[in-house]
């Protein structure tokens, strides 16, 4: 029988630059030419927002969310190491890296044989021409995908790479675990989910159009459902529960983004809708996580959440609730964040 180690983390990018440069996304929603002007001014902001911006702009509190994410990581990668997995299972989004017009799978497996990634030019480390590579396990991706459409599901699944070698919510999360360059050699299967859904190709998965934005009827089909995708991970952790390997299950995603929520301006995110997922994932209450309403999840820019509705689906197909975990909050950092161990 194959075992189980459970995690969540981020990919959020601007983890990969300097702290100096941390809110620039903020700054770039208030040069919206729609943005009511009272927002401009951060007088008018919310007052945990204000307080979190502070009289440097947000430079001390960048600081402080550095090193609440690079703690939760080191924790994170020695929970990994100490279970010494086969291969780590990651569902990430695709932000129109890999999959563009051609073709955009709701979800879809990786069975490669390696993959090579790298840090953004002008990063914290100043790697700036440094790729790494890390083995695949296409025995494993492809016994995965043979059960799953035998359960069934109906995942594509591929032996190359299409126009990316691996997208950021993948290659960003592998560089945060091992933050530290110690080396990193664990095997990695990515699962890549459609998150992005009626923006993916529209919006290019990415920032609002502030100048002649898609209408409705520009924007593309819907991602899977909250409910089909936390399906997917319990029948994901069932298949792997009953198989020869160890197996770690990661979930790589912020949760509400502030460029994704328009009735916060694009200002920032909505951590009153993350504060009620996260309590019910701290309770076990994971059918309300199963329930949330797609709607739902896109009025409160938590695209990127239904990566963890499939490690929710597969925590309670386990029967099993968070050993560790933590809410990481920002009101000028984009996204909130959250970590899990189980």
């Known amino acids: 029988m194959g ?61 402080r969310h550095r090193e609440a994410l690079v703690t939760w990581f080191r924790k994170v990668r020695a929970r990994i190491d100490e279970f010494k997995p086969d291969f780590i299972l990651m569902w990430g989004d695709d932000q129109y890296e890999n999959f563009k017009e051609d073709v955009v799978p709701p979800y879809c497996i990786y069975a490669y044989d390696s993959i090579e ?25 492809k016994s995965l995908a043979s059960s799953l459409l035998e359960a069934g599901f109906d995942p594509a699944y591929a032996y190359r ?50 100048v002649n934005p898609p209408s409705e009827a520009q924007l593309d089909p819907p991602s899977a459902t909250p409910q089909r995708l936390f399906d997917l991970g319990a029948a994901t952790a069932k298949i792997l529960s009953e198989s020869p390997w160890r197996v770690v299950l990661m979930a790589s995603s912020g949760w509400s983004h502030a460029f994704l929520t328009a009735k916060n301006h694009w200002l920032y995110p909505d951590t009153p809708a993350d504060r009620t997922l996260y309590d019910s994932l701290r309770a076990g209450d994971y059918q309300a996580w199963r329930s949330r309403r797609l709607s739902a999840i896109e009025d409160s820019g938590q695209q990127e959440i239904l990566n963890w509705m499939c490690l929710v689906g597969a925590l309670e197909q386990l029967n099993r609730r968070p050993s560790e975990t933590d809410f990481v909050p920002t009101w000028i950092f984009n996204s909130s964040k959250c970590f899990l161990v189980a």
């Open 3 to 63: 075992e189980i180690l459970a995690v969540g983390v981020t990919h959020y990018p601007p983890l990969t630059g300097r702290d100096e440069t941390m809110a620039a996304i903020l700054r770039r929603m208030l040069k919206n030419p729609e943005l009511p002007e009272k927002y401009r001014h951060a007088e008018n902001w919310p007052a945990p927002m204000c307080e979190e911006w502070g009289s440097d702009e947000g430079l001390s509190a960048a600081r």
């Open 161 to 210: 790479p299409l126009h990316h070698p691996l997208g950021h919510a993948f290659a960003y999360a592998l560089l945060y675990l091992d933050y530290d360059r110690e080396g990193f050699n664990h095997p990695v299967v990515p699962f890549a989910i459609n998150c992005y859904g009626r923006r993916v190709l529209a919006q290019h998965g990415g920032l609002p159009v502030f």
């Open 117 to 141: 990634f790298g840090p953004p030019h002008d990063n914290v480390w100043n790697e700036n021409e440094r790729k790494f590579c890390l083995p695949g396990n296409p025995v494993a991706a």
